[in-house]
Structure formats: structure tokens, C-alpha cells
């Protein structure tokens, strides 16, 4: 006969763990331990279970606990119910804890894979993950409802983000690049005045993305047109110039649109390193 454990392995059936289990519960009562009894519950659950092939961990307990019950020991059923729920939480606990050191220790394929946008190696990252790691065992246990955390658990269903679940912060965004860059915004607490030019908008839009992100778990959706007026601004701004220092009209025209070709390749290219190399502060970067 096999038993199947909690974690899935299987190990053959072993009456003795189930008198010693006994007795263990007995030292702890004030009758102490009677071999008499232990024994013969021992044996009379095996018989009850001999034509099984297997059999798990939480049946055989369930079995212990009934005879117990049954019997002049109901100190001792207390006693191995008691420890039993104790166990019990010190299990949960425990897979907590295997989490967060195999997310530390770098050894959690999980983890690892989690996000493509983040890698678990860096500091910030592992410390989102740590308090995502918490969020998720809260969920599990208190803010999911019994049926719907073990239908998740076996995968049923899938409950999405419960590593942020515990937390009042927002999924996804859309950002309004429009509204904040042409009439200001405020990031960080610093207020930001209206840009005058491509490459300035350009890398406040950056900042924009970086500050959003941070404050939220999922991504962030943009549209560059949004950034197209200040092609015309930085046009103009480059035409005066040259106008002012006493250019012809034709050629204040040209050297404006050589200055501007330039401008354009480089907000492109700040855009690009920016959002790919700058990352939030829960270690999230950017993929174009």
C-alpha cells in the first residue's frame, strides 16, 4: 500500500508512524502514553485500509483523529488535532518562506521567468517580488474566498496580479501625453512647465513614463503623435535664431531644417535609451 504525501511523493505504508504519532500526542496530556492503545488503534486502521493501493497523508490523520475520538483518550484527540492545525500553519509559513529564499538565492524558475521586462537579479526588482511574494500569500489565505483560492491553486482558474492584490494601485495605463505637455504637469511633487522644443518634450515624455510606471503594475501605452507639435516649435525656434543673427529668409530656411533634421534623430534616440534603460522603482524597464 502507498501513501501519498502532501508534496506528491509516494512512500510505502508504515503502521508504526501512526503509533508513534499517538504516543507523541499522549506525552503532552496528563494521562501519558498508553503503548496498549496507540498500538491498537494503529492496527485496527490498517486493517480498515489493508485492500487500498493508496491512501494520502490527510486521510490517515482524518482516521487517527475519528479513533481517537472514539476511544477513553479524547485527551489525546485534542492533543493531535491541536498539533495537527499547528503543522498546518507552520506549512503555509514555510512556503512562504521557501519563496522568498529561493527568489533571493536566485534559484526560483518562477521568479526568474515571472516578467520579461524584469530581471530578478537586480535589487529593485527582487524587492517588488518580495513584497508581491507577501501580497499573494495574503490573498491565498484571507482576501480569496476557501473554493476560489484552491481552484486557483490547482489551476482551474487563474486569479491575476495577486502579488499587487493587497495593494490600492492601478493596472495598466494610458497616458495623456497631450493634456501634460501642453499645459504642464506635475512629477514627483516638481512642477513641469510647457516645453518649447522636440528634444526638452521629448525627454519629459520620458519622465512622464518612468513616474507612471512607478506608481502602478502594468504598462504603459503612449502615443508619439502627441509629441509632433514641438516638431514645429523647435522649426521655429531654430528660424529665428538664425534670422536674428541676419540670415536671408532662404537660408534661415535651410540651416532651420538641418538643425531640425538633427533634433528629430536625437529626441528618437533619447526616447529609445531612455525608456530602454531607465527602470521604475519596482524594477520594471522599458521594451519598444
Known sequence: MNVIKRD?????????????????AMTRTELGVNHNIALDISNKITHDIEETKSITVEEIQDMV???????????????YVQYRYKRGLVRESNTTDKTILELINGTSEYWNSENSNKNAEV?????DYLAGITSTDITKRFLLSTDVSEADEKGIIHVHDKDYFVQTINNCCLINLEDMLQNGTVVNGVRIDKPHRLLTATTIATQIITAVASSQFGGCTITLTHLAPFVKDSYNYYYDKYTKRGFTKED??????EDLHKEIKDAVQTFNYQINSMSTTNGQFGLL
Open 8 to 24: 506528491g511523493r509516494i512512500v510505502e505504508y508504515d503502521k508504526s508512524r501512526i503509533s508513534n504519532a499517538i504516543e507523541k
Open 65 to 79: 483523529e475519528a479513533r481517537l475520538m472514539a476511544s477513553s483518550r479524547k485527551d489525546a484527540a485534542k492533543e
Open 123 to 127: 535589487v529593485t526588482v527582487q524587492r
Open 252 to 257: 534661415s530656411t535651410r540651416y532651420s531644417k
